[in-house]
């Protein structure tokens, strides 16, 4: 589980200006909190993806953290801020992998395989994120918070499309239409958490592999 960085927790603490519960100072207790929330947030994932965000109650929510009623707004300030938080836990850590990966003194077309990689593995790793991510997203879209997370989003496709543009550069890829398998890509791997199942015939890493093979021809 990628854990959520205190980056993250800031930005969350002056979203529109309304102070969000502040997580303890000591380095246990806070250690202690951050753990609990982000059970929370997978709980909210989970149901979210399972049952719809407007189906879902705050009593539902609180029923399935296991918390005493009202727990829940010690950890966040209402259910939008979930989405948010469910968002960002799915974003900001590929984003940080891609920016790494990309990073690194090797070819193109291996930094694609690898980021393909990482990037399979997260989806499937958060498949209720994921899924959250894709369906219910249009409930927040409005929100000027969402224009951070369309910010991460467009960060990493642009990484991808800078590559594969590198890649094609160097001869090492070749592309009918660049853009166009760019669109594949990505098509392809985020629709992987609708259709992927634990223990599953291929692993994350096989499935990776296919979709480079298939971009790559």
């Not at 806070?30 to 753990?35: K, M, Q, V």
């Not at 979930?82 to 077309?109: G, M, R, T």
């Not at 239409?177 to 692993?203: C, E, F, H, I, K």
Request: net charge neutral; aromatic share 6%; proline share 6%.
């Amino acid at each position: 589980m990628i854990v959520l960085s205190s980056k993250i927790h800031s930005v969350f603490a002056t979203v529109a200006g309304v102070p969000l519960p502040s997580p303890p100072t000591r380095p246990a207790l806070r250690a202690r909190y951050e753990a609990r929330r982000r059970e929370v947030i997978d709980t909210a994932a989970k149901l979210f993806a399972e049952r719809g965000y407007a189906a879902t109650s705050m009593s539902e929510l609180t029923a399935a953290t296991g918390l005493a009623a009202g727990g829940l707004y010690h950890y966040i300030e209402g259910k939008d801020d979930l989405l948010i938080a469910i968002c960002d836990e799915l974003l900001e850590p590929l984003l940080e992998q891609a920016q790494e990966i990309v990073a690194e003194a090797a070819p193109p077309v291996e930094q694609l395989r690898e980021l393909v990689a990482a990037w399979v593995e997260h989806v499937v790793t958060h498949r209720h994120h994921m899924l959250v991510f894709t369906q219910e997203r249009q409930a927040i879209e409005s929100q000027p918070r969402w224009r951070r997370i369309r910010s991460q989003r467009k960060a990493f496709e642009k990484i991808l499309d800078d590559l594969l543009a590198r890649g094609e550069a160097d001869g090492s890829m070749t592309f009918a239409d660049r853009r166009l398998s760019l669109l594949a890509l990505l098509g392809m791997v985020n629709y992987t958490p609708q259709w992927v199942r634990p223990q599953g015939r291929l692993s994350p890493g096989e499935i990776a592999a296919g979709y480079c093979a298939m971009v790559l021809k």
